[in-house]
């Protein structure tokens, strides 16, 4: 019935965690443990960190020809005629039918060994975003590393290892703006999926903290927006909890310094969602660079490290909206495997991992813990 | 819901302390001439929702009462139904009735079937008359009442061919008689008293109905009205305590914290949602529930010292308010309300730090000092504070310039060119300890990069911020006096000003039952003043001739 | 009336029809209703159309000497400046007031409110809030408004329903119309008959409603009892707003004339009646202020009402621009003036798209034709504020125009000077234009018995 609460009132367990940004300098109210603080944030962009030139520089034969360039070059005069209806049709459907280009029907974007297309256009320029992650500069092989060749940061750090870049940058689809991170981005914000929390406790001081520990978990609660489509700052978001534990909980150290979050790198698993996969791939040797704006409200920044390859290939491969993203799994596959540069396979000394770099932002948050006991929302 | 040990040592106790000690002793009663008051909006909606089940959908809103001596209920008294008024009444009858009598409410709306339903019958429609309209006009229709209403049903099921569109065309027009929409004080002659009147038992039933769950008489209290019970001491108070034990008291409670911390403000409030993104629609309706949850959980479920409400730091938030309060919420989403409890060391605490009153009284797209302590004062403080004058220099105002950061600086000419430092030198400075609370009620501790100051004092008393604020608010005689005051206003239906002997019992007696808000109720309801009521007037009242000199006509 | 007789029979055989006889005794009151003469019927071609009467408000006043140019006395032509600029086109469709005066007795000047009461009733009011007398529209409604549907019909663009600038009294004040689509519904919802339909039949639950509603009062009469003066002066208007429904039913079982102007309009969209409730953001209220023209012009073009009221912004002008934390009001009093413009940039914007409005609001009035000429020519529109000065609260001086020939009763094109006047003398030369028959106007320091004859034809 509708009397609220009787007489114990519930102590509220949720302080444990809290955003601190604004409300920092005014009260220590949301300390954690004695004398420190956390803070929360949850990312909602997402996007594969590409450096575009003014004059596709870095991309000096033109981009990558796409699969529906392939399947048209490889028709027969006849197939043509088919395909137009005698020419009555001008709007192909080419999408399914261009992606069956296999020897016997084969989708070529979910079988890529099935035919060989010709080489796949890459980048050849100098620059990337991203960072050093085998800690070498010459382009050598190291021990967890293959050989590859490096860019330069457009701010002239050397060392770049940014493969992920170099496969995928001439592509299309995937230049900036490019539709397979925008549907991704969309598809995270109206379903709420493959949220990303970021809880830093330890903090002494919300600008400059030495010691503090980073943990990424999965949010079940979706975002909250403002009128103008951004998330809320400072919204709750609980944890997906599985058997009384977070499903994702990853952590790594770091330190805060004048704003601005270093993590040191460590292997990470993050949920991922976008364009109707779920994958919760490991990001190896990952680190996280994020300035954190003045008011705390927001921060953005980097997240670096080794990407599966065969994880990011199985997504390009099953995604639909080849057409406008014009990828040739194909030759991607092909060059994926060339171009790979992390965690050498100890048998076949193929490198299964892509370094990769991916531009994030994020709002702050209150990382909630569910804890049952406490639960004690009011339904009425 | 279980009740608590406590829940019931306490009303044991406040029984105790009432019969038992002597305590302050309520003078003679006044009495107010006999008066007639509107229905708000909310008793219309929930007499509909009472007496026909709350699937009836009240389309439409009436006229809003105009506040008069701080109180919508006062104004209640003098409110005039306006041609378009009266229009939206109709129409709202109108939608009300035919849902009444729609086939898919007429197992809870009716109390018989039809002989027929595509012809008239009178036995079935005066049986649901004569139930309906005796809480509808708070007392058994009269012979040529009910025989209207089942004439007139008769007649249209006849033309009709459909008996229940005949019931809906009389009972929308019971809806829009003055019987229903006017609550009026019948009297009859005193037997205790030659030559004096009293109220009539309906018209004290429909006072203490109307007092304590803001709806309509039920059966047991017509009942006890028709009895005569309600002329005797010991039946009013058998009603009240029945009453006061009811859920419907969270109905009462909440409809007179709507009246006293004047809700209809939140009917304008508005901001701007590119300065204060987190502004929604629901945060307005969430910030009004929030301010009568507080309240009913403080007053009515744990029986605290009213003065609290200036101090509590527990409250209950939407996923909504949390993220203007800037604090978590394990239901970040949907509509569950969570208990909050504000830190000890936030500056938030109290309902004057909550968004229903700091975004309220501020402007669209920032806070007002000004607006929040003149709200202090006169909403909760119930003490004046003058208009502006007309004729206010402004160009006072043009050496405000970009170096003055906070509000305390710029509203430093308030305090101290001399026209405007008789108001507001007692607004701004308690206004200004909400500083720390912007437009929309969110924390912070800077404006414009600078530092904000939050102290001051509130008559004497000196603050550090708005928490202490509300601690000195605690402590200010005038806001129980002000809640006293405007409480007995709000159940006598007319201003209490003229009554200060009852108010000053009824504050010595707030004191000694410890503040406590349901003993205060009761102590109205079961005392004599509520049903005090003189002679009406027969002089006319002179009101100022309005009307234009009018030329003989030809 | 002979005119009604040919009807009567036709009407009655309507009723027998529908009532097959049986209903007799309950049919009876409505055609009395019918019959009393309180339907007249509407002008037959050939007879004068009927002068309506309409008030425009608007908020802030105007930026003294950046609106109209100063004259020294009473002229022809008005000189329309940057402020005003949109009004040009209506420079011979209008008449432009300056230095009339509201003298205040020793009263307080309850900001932003006195200014609009004085002008509007005559009576400075005493005390915050209080309106003393009835405002102009209402007394000019009892003379011409009783054989409408509606006596008078109330919008605001601005979304607060209770600041509308007609009243009767402090606590008969009608609330204005808020939403685009609840202003259609209410005008041309399912119970606009169109003149212009073919056929007409008389609706048998409006019938059956009138009857029953006049039944029921009678009896409620005896039912409230024991009041005191002032109760009993409630209880009158409360029947009065009831006969005013009567009359209103009275008048939808009239087939009413054929009329070629009147066209029944569309139905706004949801979408602009949740921006008008969305917020009080110029462009906003610029755009519900534009359908609620169209739709109020075409309203009194259909004959369904013959007073009208448009609030544009309120007296405490409580619009914005989207990202401003000032509303127009604050501006008026914290915008600091730009020493090379001379006056307040931001408050100006606003008063400028004020100006805008008010001819949005006329070409809407003209936008109709009507006989030889347009529904402005027979109408008399009252377009007042509340301030001369709103950053000094200046009730002296107060703008007002009247536009519209009044069906050829006011000379137009005139910049009217008051040389301290009392500000009274316009509301009164516009009741005296509109037939209302009145001695005088205004308590103490504001009555006035001296029209403004320059104008009156």
Redesign the interface.
Known sequence: MSRLFPVNFPPFRLVLVAAVAVCASANSAFAAEAGTQTLGFVIRDWFTSVYNSKFLDECPEGLATSNDELWWRGLSKEARAKATNNGLLQQLTRMPVAMRRGPNGENVCLNPTSVVDPPMRVIEGKYSFGANLDGESEGDATAKSCAHDNFVHPDGTPGVDNQLYRLVGCVYGWRKGGLPDLNAHEGRGTSGLGMTLIEITGVTDPRNSDNVTITFYRSVDQFAFDGTGKPLPYSSYNIDMENGQPRYSDTLKGAIKDGVLTTERGDVRLPFYGNYHFMHPVIKDMGLRMEISPDGATASGQITGYYNMDAFLHYVGGMVGHTSTADDCPAMYVAAHELADGYPDPETGQCTHLSSAFDVKAYAAFVIHPDKQTASADQR | MRKSIFHMIAAVAAAISLSACDGPREPEATGGPPAMRRLSNDQYRNIIADVFGPQITVAGQADSLKRSEGMLAVGAQTAEITPSGFEKFYGMAKSIAAQVVSESNRAVTFPCEPKDAVGADDACARTFFAGAGRLLYRRPLAQDELTLAVETARRAAESSGDFYRGVAVSLANMLVAPQFLFITDEVEPDPAAAGLVRLTGFAKAARLSFFLWNTTPDDALLRAAESGDLHTQKGVSAQVERMMASHRLEAGVRAFFEDFLHFEQFETLEKDTIIYPAFTVKVVEDSKEQLLRTVVSLLLDRKQDYREIFTTRDTFVTGSLARVYRVPTSRPSGEAWVPYRFPDNDPRAGIITQIGFAAVASHPGRSSPTLRGRAIRENLLCQKVPDPPGDVDFSLFESADALKKTARERLTIHRTAPACAGCHKITDPIGLGLENLDGLGQLRTTENEAVIDPSGDLDGVEFSNAADLGKALHDNPAATSCVVGRLASYALGRSSNEERNYVQYLEESFASDGYRFPDLMRRIATGDALFAVTPAPTQLVSAQSSTPEMERSP | MSFLIPRKTSRRSVLRA??NG??V??ALPFLDAMLDGNGTALADTGKPLPVRFGTWYWGMGHTPGHAIKEKAQTAAGIEFLEETKALKPFADQLNFFSGFNMP?DGR????HF?GWVGSRT??VPQK??EI???TLDL?IADQIGPNTRF?TI?ASSV??S?ENYSA????????AEISPVGLYNRLFGPEFVDPNADTFTPD?NIM??KS??S??TE??RG?????????K???D??F???R??ENQMALLLQKPEPNEACIRPERPNMEDAERSAQ??EMPNVIETHEIMANLMAMAVACNQTRVFNMVFTDNFA?V?K??????HH?LT??E??DPNLGYQPLAFWFNERCSEAFATFLGALAGIKEGAGTLLDNCLVFASSETAYA???T?DGIPIYLAGKAGGRMKTGVHVVGGGDPITRVGFTAMKIMDV?????GAKSLQTSKPLTEIMV
């Open positions: 529908m009532f049986g209903a005794t309950l205040l307080s000047n309850y900001t006195t005559g009576a915050e809030g003393a007398a009835p007394l006596r109330d979304g607060i209770r009767r009294s402090t606590e008969s004040r009608a609330q048998p059956l409603e029953v509603l039944a029921f009896q409620s039912y409230i009892k024991t009041l005191g003066a002032a109760d002066q409630r209880m208007q409360y009065t707003s009831i005013q429904l917020g009080r409580n914005r989207k990202g401003e934390t000032y509303t604050l009093h914290s600091l003036i950053k000094l609260h009730v028959p009145i001695r005088g106007w």
